[in-house]
């Protein structure tokens, strides 16, 4: 197990979250990158890696290229994007900790709502047949929600406990001014109300907000970030774990439906190498791609104890006041969709004391998704 | 020669009137989806075998396609096979898709294609 880490996040960049954008993905991508090279307090040339996942279209050599990085040494990508987005932090430690990179910039931009939208129907008539499309999960919510309901089923959650669930994430949402939701809370009969997308599943409001935008960070050397006297936001730690049988998104094969046995490992190795435990923890980013990821999650990190999940969403433990305050920036749900990495940026504003939520006294935030994650420290 | 792909077999299978999983030549595993090679002993040798064509409902959806929302919702369903696979499915007697109801795969015609579909045991033809 590799030692607590040795990189921090020095520079955070976003552009304005939207529906409509009416610019190109690189656009995007180039203002959040040079935002955060900006916040790094860093020149172009100080820049030598980039990251991004897999599932992001704007080619590396075409960043450089707009962005004007005279020389880069170091490129990666992370599978997928989403649940697995904060891997790029695990191959930017990497990198930075072997010595082939200074100042690695994370980026992700895209036309999620305008140009490219997930939700869209993959399968139409005259498709050629396979096994998940062909019988009529069709889209994302579909996909997710047929293996959602056996965990769901397990833990005796409802559609009105998701709905607990999504009034807290929309009191965060609520009080932060780059959130989609911004000023506009909801109550459980308002969730109750919205209409049924995936019966008995997820209604309107348990879906995250497709968006246009970008978001990028640069990720520095301990040492370094230390001497230029900015803001700190230590890499403690950051794992992935993907255990065979475990799928993104088909999660129909593995042996247990109920048991998150990625995030489990995820959280073990994330522990082992902070010396931390979840009760550590002081604030958290779930990806809620849509509202039943958080309890999976939630469950898996160890912030409850298996089964009481319920529980804690009754309690309203994971909104504002709650012992366990999880997306405080709205999440997926009540912000945007970066798909993931504006949850990351959130922890970052934590840890910098900057949030619209700032959790007073906030040192330690967990950065979850479910097959990777990562813990940082404020310094 | 446009190359095989490895799930050609099922497709075949099912215009057959056949219902077919993978099973390896040198462990015997059986696996769906298919995938070239086997997880259990790293064998790329295989043959199709016909599976029993029972199974029992772990979960099922309301299926709404969202740029044909005038058609009847589909009842997706995931299903555990007694052979130790699962497969996910489309019921066709959806009023009676409960959790834990044993069903029987009926090869069945949507949009033009031959599909795996199944009904449930008491929902009769």
């Not at chain 1, 599978?79 to 994370?106: D, H, K, M």
């Not at chain 1, 910098?352 to 310094?379: D, F």
Request: charged residues 20%; hydrophobic residues 35%; glycine residues 10%.
């Amino acid at each position: 197990m590799s030692a607590a880490g040795q990189t921090a996040i020095t520079g955070l960049g976003q552009t304005a979250y939207t529906k409509e954008s009416g610019r190109t993905v690189m656009s995007l991508c180039a203002e959040a990158s040079m935002k955060a090279i900006e916040d790094a307090g860093l020149e172009r040339g100080d820049i030598d890696g980039l990251i991004s996942f897999t599932m992001d279209t704007n080619a590396d050599h075409d960043l450089q290229s707009s962005l004007g990085l005279p020389m880069v040494r170091f490129t990666a990508r992370a599978p997928f994007g989403g649940e697995g987005a904060y891997a790029t932090f695990q191959l930017a430690a990497a990198a930075i900790e072997s010595g082939q990179a200074n100042n690695v910039l994370i980026f992700r931009a895209f036309n999620e709502r305008s140009e490219a939208r997930f939700g869209q129907p993959t399968y139409n008539a005259g498709s050629r047949r396979d096994f998940h499309k062909s019988l009529g999960l069709v889209t994302p919510g579909q996909v997710y929600a047929m293996w959602h309901k056996p965990f769901l089923d397990a833990r005796g959650m409802t559609s009105e406990d998701l709905g607990r669930l999504v009034v807290q994430m929309r009191a965060w949402a609520a009080n932060n001014p780059a959130a989609w939701f911004y000023g506009r809370p909801i109550t459980l009969e308002d969730h109750q109300r919205s209409r049924w997308i995936v019966k008995p599943v997820l209604r309107l409001y348990d879906f995250c907000q497709e968006t246009d935008g970008g978001v990028a960070f640069v990720v520095s050397r301990l040492d370094k970030a230390r001497e230029s006297g900015r803001p700190v936001v230590r890499v403690l730690g950051v794992q992935q774990a993907w255990p065979l049988g475990e799928s993104m998104m088909y999660n129909y094969y593995k042996k247990n439906l109920v048991f998150p046995e990625d995030t489990v490992h995820v959280a073990k190795a994330l522990w082992a190498q902070t010396g931390l435990s979840p009760a550590k923890i002081d604030v958290s980013t779930i990806y809620d791609n849509f509202s039943p990821s958080i309890p999976i999650s939630y469950e898996g990190y160890g912030l409850c104890k298996p089964g009481e999940v319920r529980d804690a969403i009754r309690a309203g433990e994971l909104g504002p006041g709650g012992s366990t305050p999880v997306n405080t920036n709205g999440g997926l749900i009540g912000e945007a969709y970066l798909h993931g990495l504006n949850n990351a940026a959130e922890c970052v504003r934590q840890m910098r004391g900057t949030s619209p939520n700032q959790i007073e006294g906030a040192k330690i935030a967990l950065c979850a998704g479910r097959q990777c994650g990562m813990v940082l420290a404020r310094e | 020669m446009q190359a095989r792909r490895d799930q050609d077999f099922f497709w075949e299978g099912i215009d057959r009137g056949e219902l077919l999983a993978q099973q390896c030549d040198e462990c015997g595993q059986l696996r769906h989806p298919p995938q070239p090679m086997c997880a259990a002993c790293g064998s790329n040798k295989w043959h199709g075998v016909r599976l029993s064509g029972e199974g029992t409902i772990l979960a099922n959806i309301e299926s709404v396609h969202p740029t044909r929302r005038d058609e009847e919702p589909r009842c997706v369903c995931l299903v555990e096979l007694p052979e130790g696979l699962r497969m996910v499915s489309s019921v066709l007697d959806p009023e009676n898709a409960e959790n834990g109801v044993p069903v029987k795969f009926e090869i069945t015609e949507y949009d033009g294609q031959l599909l795996p579909m199944v009904r449930t045991a008491g929902g009769g033809q």
